[in-house]
């Protein structure tokens, strides 16, 4: 039987916490918030010491409490079985610290993984997050700032949930901390990835990538992570017929691995 989950999560969550992979790895993702941040406001991204100062000053007052803007959300998928592999352990630690940075409320994080148990859901459940009782395949559509912790999730996911935010508007109000965007372009033929991955595919152009550092400590857990967000000033120049196309994305039977499906089907 699997060792109950709870106190091994915990004990990642202190050892991240005081890990230089943590300190790297936030400092990434507030970079990409000040960016979409600045980017919705139509102002330069600061360079340097005003860098530094403007990620100290989004530290104190994180982006869910930024006067006059909508409060952030958050959306987790894929996070596998965490009572029973210490990866996924490692990844909600991970979560939970984030929301905590960015003061998020754990019911503000809508979490959905197919292969879930129970128990699993429960314990989420306990802790606060919104647990997702229908498989969206990612096709979640926002209206407000939101981040989607994705870590190693299938294509399709991306694929898809890129799909249901096909506007300017809705994308430069993501941020998706998953796969590495230029790594799925490099490790499949580009007709495949054209093909079978507009989606992803169509938006390089418009996205700003950050790996999160490689330590040895957490190769396993977070490797090929990055951070994406799309800067309002990129997206701009996005042509509009790539804009017109919005077919729903189709995958052949090869490619099931990539994602559970609805057994509803819708």
């Known amino acids: ?5 709870l106190p091994g999560f915990l004990c990642h969550r202190a050892e991240l916490q005081g890990s230089d992979f943590w300190n790297s790895s936030l400092e990434i993702l507030l970079r990409s918030l000040q960016g979409a941040l600045a980017d919705r406001k139509e102002v330069p991204v600061p360079a340097g010491e005003d860098a ?39 990844q909600l630690a991970f979560l939970l ?8 409320p754990e019911e503000l994080c809508c979490i959905f993984d197919p292969a879930f148990s129970t128990l699993e859901r429960e ?13 969206e395949e990612g096709k979640r559509p926002i209206h407000e700032p939101t981040l989607f912790y994705m870590v190693h999730c299938g294509k399709a996911l991306y694929n898809n949930l890129l799909w249901s935010n096909w506007s300017a508007e809705a994308l430069s109000n993501m941020v998706i901390l998953g796969n590495s965007f230029k790594g799925i372009e490099e490790r499949i033929l580009t007709r495949i990835f054209q ?37 309002w000033h990129k997206l701009r120049e996005v042509p ?20 559970i499906r609805n057994p509803d089907g819708t």
């Open 123 to 135: 314990l989420l459940g306990s802790l606060g997050f919104s647990v997702l009782s229908q498989n």
């Open 1 to 5: 039987l699997p060792s109950p989950p």
């Open 52 to 90: 530094l100062l403007a990620l100290e000053e989004l530290q104190l007052c994180p982006p869910a409490l930024l006067p006059g803007r909508a409060r952030w959300r958050c959306v987790c998928y894929g996070l596998g079985n965490f009572s029973s592999c210490f990866k996924a352990r490692f």
């Open 195 to 231: 093909a079978d991955y507009a989606y992803i595919a169509k938006i390089l152009m418009a996205t700003e990538e950050e790996a999160l550092p490689s330590h040895n400590r957490y190769l396993d857990v977070f490797n090929d992570t990055a951070v994406h967000h799309f800067p």
């Open 240 to 259: 509009q017929e790539t804009w017109n196309f919005q077919e729903e994305p189709v995958y052949h039977s090869e490619d099931q691995s990539e994602i």
């Open 97 to 104: 610290l984030l929301l905590q940075e960015l003061q998020i």
